[in-house]
């Protein structure tokens, strides 16, 4: 499973980068919002650091808008990845971006319809909101596991499965059991994966142990 990073933080970036953390980045307008900086300088920031896909998003909500401001955020990095919303636009420029030979993710993805029509369309990268439908008690992963059993029974179906809108590391897990090919995640998520008491009690008892055997590696 491929982890991209939910954020548009230098620091965060950076350091799970360092981790191994980071196949790749989504961004879209709140999260560069939260920013306070101007989308193409984070975007090219981001892709300085990151090699994986850099999605950045397109705020037009007209085919020529959209393709006029994916050109313009593709031309910034190799590696940048246009995210268009799940719309008839966002599908139609979907489907002249990638025709050209660049990335696009399809974004705000609520059923496993739309997510049929991302792929016709040539999306590289599917983003079904799981978090999005746990809010209004529907429940996301469902979406996820139809999509992918859609996907499965057509292989020529080259669209890859990037769960976005995740809340616990519980949906990670869930993605990754369903086979989900990537997960966006925030930073928070990921850190909140590394802890488990067992393994503080853990590495307590070892370390009270070693102590007192009064040796020292070095
Ligand atoms: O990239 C999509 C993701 O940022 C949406 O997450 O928490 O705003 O539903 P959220």
């Not at 930073?187 to 009270?208: N, S």
Request: glycine share 8%.
């Amino acid at each position: 499973m491929k982890f991209f990073v939910d954020t548009a933080d230098i620091a965060d970036i950076t350091a799970l980068n360092e981790a191994g953390m980071v196949d790749g980045v989504t961004t879209n307008p709140s999260i560069i919002a939260k920013s306070g900086r101007k989308m193409a300088e984070v975007i090219a920031e981001i892709c300085a650091i990151v090699e994986g896909p850099v999605s950045a998003e397109v705020t037009a909500t007209d085919l020529p808008g959209m393709l006029a401001e994916g050109r313009y955020l593709r031309d910034i990095a190799k590696n940048v990845c246009i995210k268009v919303p799940l719309t008839e636009a966002g599908l139609r420029a979907c489907k002249t971006l990638s025709g050209e030979g660049t990335q696009v993710n399809v974004t705000l993805c609520f059923s496993p319809g739309q997510a049929l029509l991302a792929a016709k369309a040539g999306a590289t990268f599917i983003s079904p909101f799981v978090g999005r439908l746990d809010d209004i008690a529907q429940d996301g992963m469902d979406l996820i596991a139809d999509i992918m059993t859609i996907y499965m029974n057509y292989p020529a179906l080259r669209t890859e499965v990037l769960v976005a809108s995740i809340r616990h590391p519980i949906h990670l897990i869930q993605a990754a059991k369903l086979g989900a090919h990537v997960a966006t995640l925030p930073p928070a998520v990921i850190r909140q994966m590394y802890k488990h008491p067992l393994t503080d009690r853990g590495l307590e008892a070892f370390l009270a142990d070693w102590k007192k055997t009064g040796q020292s590696i070095l």
